[in-house]
Structures are given as structure tokens and as C-alpha cells.
């Protein structure tokens, strides 16, 4: 045991006692016989659990409990009563104090009482620094996030927001890819202006020119009148192609003609219109394969990737894991009413130690889950879904000294390739860079491993 205990008793071979046992068993304890001398001690000292008696000359237990909870709130107080007097438990609890044990003290019991009181003002501190840093926690707009590779992606949004030029956001699924594009909008010029989104993979190849570019009426079966399409919804404003990668080969090249000469004849119609749009786009896939394989046009590649923006996925941020669970925590006990403050060091110790393929929107909705079934003040292991709860992470190379155990460097390379294409969300252009070959090299292994 660890702490600082300030113990208010009018009875000082009590004190002494208690001070005895308590500082054998790993504290540091200070006593005084008045409550009115321990309440001037907690003004000039930090202690991190004060244990009052309940009747005292002067100032009593509940008046101390009282003056402690209005004035050091995070202090937990833990009051001694007599035996089988529930009535002063009761009021010593309202007056604030974290628990209460009965005399004759049993000071295993105590003791075990005191852990938890300090405890639970060390995570009240935990939550509270972490509250204070999801509010000064680096930002870029409703981007949230203060590891390295979110700073170096805000300075580079920065420097491109107000400009012109087309910008291509790559990201695995769920790292908000879509935050960045508004963001961008947010700090452009053309922030008064629509924000358009059109998600390549969400709608049927015929349905996407259509939607894209508009439609006179008659132009088709189904068009019963005519449409505006979202390149000219988003006129003035941003358009962001989300899910680049998935446009069928036939809009690519309609797609390219007309972010050169900017402008655009809807289906059906017999002459072409100006638009005038920024162009955001993003994509989970690795496009440079998809160049290479002809799945995508290289002319339209180099079109719309003018500026590229890399998002880090979650578990490439470090602390940011805790970060962003907190902000979660708060957001959804304020939307349920519950009064849900953080999360017990075991909870952050899971939410570090899992992988997150899903990302940030896999967090997200691990906090939604976990804030709905708790019954407590922190969420606990037991409120995370399951697959985090028994997630254990995997290791690629073994360090046993058992021959029996040890691989061939053949094995090595497998083990080591598998791991880093999982790390950059199979990104081979990416890998092959990390792992120093070229990436037709890299397709080779990739092929051989899959026979």
C-alpha cells in the first residue's frame, strides 16, 4: 500500500495506534486530535485520504466531512462510528464522506477501506487529467488527437486548406477520413459554400453517373423528372469523393474530362455546363496496384492526388486510444443522462493493448456499448464487447530459447511481410516501402505465401 492518510481523532493512543499499523503497512499517516487542527492541515498539505471519528468535542466528524467536501472535493473521507449506528453512517454519507467503518476498529478492515478510498482518488486524478486534455488536446477543427503523426498531418492540413488545389485523404476504414475533408471545406475559402459528399461505393454502377452529373427527365426508365447532380449541388463549395477507388472504369474517364475542362453534360442532355467545385478525395485501397493492375485510370490518379494527406490509423497514435475514449465517455453519458466520469486502469490498459481494425469508428462504438451497460461511475472490463475483452495481442517473432520453438528466417520473412502489410491496412505500395524491396518483388512473396 501506498498514500498519504490524515486521521481526526479526539483520542490519541487511538491515533497512535492506527498511525502504527497503518504506517507498517506501507502509508504515511499523520494525526491530529481536533478535527478543526486536520482541516487547517488539509489547507497547506496534500493528502489522498482523510479518516475522521464520527464524535468529537467542537467540530464533529459530519462538520468535518462537510467543510472537506466543499472545499477539497477529490479528498475521499472515510468516518469511524460506533457500532450498529446506522443513523450517523446515513448522515456521514450525505455530508460526503466516501464510506464509513464501525468501532471497534478492525484494521484489516480499515485498512482495505483506506486502499480503496485512495484508489478512488487516484482515478478521479486519471480522469480528471485526462478530461483536461481532451479540452486542450491538438486540434484541427472536430479532428481530435495529439500523437506526432496527427501533428504532423494538422500542420500539413494547414498549409493546404485555402488553396485550390485537389487532395487525396488515404486512410484505412474508420479513420475519419471524411472529419478531414469537411475540415478542409471548414478552413477554405469556399467554407460558405456546399459540402458535398458522394460515396463511390454506395451506389449501383448505373446509378452513380446520374447521381453524379444529373439527369434530364426521360433521360432513362425511372427519370420521371429531371435531377441535379452533385457536381453542381456542390457549385462553389467542395465535392469529396469518398471511397475513390471503388468508380467504375467507365465514370473514371467521364469523371477525368470533366475536372479538366470543368465542365459536364448530364444524362440526357444536349449541351454541356460550367461547374465550379474543389475537388477531396478518399480512398482505403492501395490505387497505385490498382493503377498498375488497370483497375484505375493513371491519368485520373495523377489528377485527383495533387496533395496527399496520410491518416495514421488508431493504432499507429499511441495515447491518442485514451484520449479519444474519454471524449467518447463524455459525449455518451451526457447523452444518456448516466453518470459515467472515465474508465478503471484495467479498462485503459485493454483499450491500449488492442489493435482496432476498425479504427477510430471501432472505438467509438466500443465506448457507446460500454457506457450503455455500466452501472458504475468508471466504465470496467466487463462493460467492453467481448472481442476487446479477450483480444490478446500476437507476437511475429518468438523470443523463447527453446530450439523446439525457434523458425527459419524464411519463416521470419512471412511472419514479418504478413505483419507489416496488416500494420499499413495492405497497403503493398507502403509495405514494399517499409520493407526496403520493390513492390513487384513484394507481389511475388505475397504470391508464393497464398499457394
Not at 485493454?350 to 465506448?367: C, F, H, M, Q, S
Request: with cysteine.
Amino acid at each position: 500500500m501506498s498514500g498519504r492518510v490524515l486521521i481526526a481523532d479526539d483520542d490519541q493512543d487511538m491515533c497512535e495506534l492506527m498511525e502504527a499499523d497503518l504506517t507498517r503497512r506501507g502509508l504515511d499517516v499523520s494525526w491530529h486530535t481536533s478535527a478543526a487542527d486536520a482541516f487547517e492541515a488539509i489547507k497547506v498539505d496534500t493528502y489522498d485520504v482523510v479518516l475522521t471519528d464520527l464524535r468529537m468535542p467542537g467540530m464533529d466528524g459530519i462538520d468535518l466531512c462537510t467543510r472537506i467536501s466543499e472545499n477539497h472535493p477529490d479528498v475521499p473521507v472515510v468516518v469511524m462510528t460506533a457500532f450498529g449506528n446506522l443513523d450517523s453512517a446515513v448522515a456521514a454519507i450525505r455530508a460526503g464522506a466516501y464510506d464509513f467503518v464501525t468501532k471497534p476498529v478492525e484494521m484489516e478492515m480499515l485498512a482495505l477501506t483506506l486502499q480503496r478510498a485512495i484508489e478512488h482518488r487516484s482515478l478521479q486524478e486519471k480522469v480528471k487529467r485526462l478530461s483536461e486534455a481532451v479540452q486542450d488536446v491538438g486540434r484541427f477543427e472536430e479532428i481530435l488527437g495529439n500523437s506526432p503523426a496527427m501533428k504532423d498531418m494538422y500542420g500539413r492540413l494547414s498549409r493546404i486548406a485555402d488553396s485550390e488545389t485537389s487532395v487525396l485523404i488515404r486512410g484505412e476504414s474508420g479513420t475519419g477520413k471524411e472529419l478531414v475533408a469537411r475540415a478542409l471545406h471548414r478552413r477554405s475559402r469556399r467554407k460558405d459554400k456546399p459540402f458535398v459528399a458522394l460515396n463511390c461505393a454506395a451506389l449501383p454502377d448505373n446509378l452513380l453517373e446520374s447521381e453524379l452529373f444529373g439527369h434530364t427527365r426521360g433521360a432513362f426508365t425511372d427519370a420521371a423528372q429531371a435531377r441535379k447532380g452533385l457536381i453542381f449541388e456542390a457549385d462553389g463549395g467542395t465535392l469529396f469523393f469518398d471511397e475513390i477507388g471503388d468508380m467504375p472504369s467507365a465514370l473514371q474517364s467521364k469523371l477525368l474530362r470533366a475536372l479538366e475542362e470543368r465542365r459536364v453534360r448530364p444524362v440526357g442532355a444536349n449541351k454541356e455546363e460550367p461547374f465550379d467545385v474543389r475537388v477531396v478525395c478518399a480512398t482505403n485501397r492501395d490505387l497505385e496496384t490498382a493503377v498498375e493492375e488497370g483497375r484505375f485510370r493513371e491519368d485520373l490518379y495523377f489528377r485527383i492526388n495533387v496533395i496527399q494527406i496520410n491518416l495514421p490509423p488508431l493504432r499507429a497514435r499511441g495515447s491518442d486510444v485514451l484520449l479519444l475514449a474519454q471524449h467518447y465517455i463524455e459525449q455518451f453519458a451526457e447523452g444518456s443522462g448516466k453518470s459515467v466520469t472515465g474508465m478503471s486502469r484495467a479498462v485503459a490498459e485493454k483499450l491500449t493493448d488492442y489493435a482496432w481494425p476498425g479504427n477510430v469508428r471501432e472505438l467509438r462504438n466500443a465506448i457507446e456499448h460500454a457506457v450503455a451497460l455500466t452501472g458504475f461511475e468508471e466504465l470496467i472490463v466487463e462493460d467492453l464487447p467481448q472481442r476487446i475483452r479477450a483480444y490478446k495481442s500476437s507476437q511475429i517473432i518468438l523470443g523463447s530459447q527453446d530450439p523446439a520453438e525457434l523458425v527459419s528466417m524464411e519463416e521470419v520473412e512471412r511472419r514479418y511481410i504478413s505483419h507489416v502489410m496488416k500494420a499499413v491496412g495492405e497497403n503493398k505500395t507502403t509495405a514494399a516501402r517499409i520493407l526496403g524491396m520493390d513492390r513487384k518483388t513484394l507481389y511475388r512473396k505475397l504470391q508464393q505465401d497464398s499457394e
